[in-house]
């Protein structure tokens, strides 16, 4: 019924720039938030930025002031520009989405994620 699709990982040295992008496709009814998290080898996923459908956004304190979410809602797209990266950046991030499709229920929806390697 859903699905997101991420793209734009890939390999960047420290300090570098990347942006990933996530749309959106199927019967899509309403889209309350969408955002990005990630997993690191090892490690639990965590979240990384979100963004309400009012243009809210919220970050996790290791990325603030370096990671920016923004979205285009024709289509439903997210986007997270990543500068200043980092060596801990790295990991799997995936595209989230409280969605409400044919359902008059809104459920989480996640992408299948895309890798972001930093290093030199």
């Known amino acids: 019924q859903v699905q997101l699709v991420e793209s734009g990982g890939g390999l960047v040295q420290p300090g570098g720039s990347l942006r990933l992008s996530c749309a959106a496709s199927?019967?899509?009814?309403?889209?309350?938030?969408m955002g990005w998290h990630r997993q690191a080898p090892g490690k639990q996923r965590e979240l990384v930025a979100t963004i309400t459908s009012s243009g809210t956004t919220n970050y996790a304190d290791s990325v603030k002031g370096r990671f920016t979410i923004s979205r285009d809602n024709a289509p439903n797209t997210v986007y997270l520009q990543m500068n200043s990266l980092k060596s801990e950046d790295t990991a799997v991030y995936y595209c989230k989405g409280l969605i409400r499709a044919q359902s008059p229920v809104a459920m989480d929806y996640w992408g299948k994620g895309t890798l972001v390697t930093v290093s030199s």
């Open positions: 199927g019967s899509i009814s309403s889209i309350y938030y």
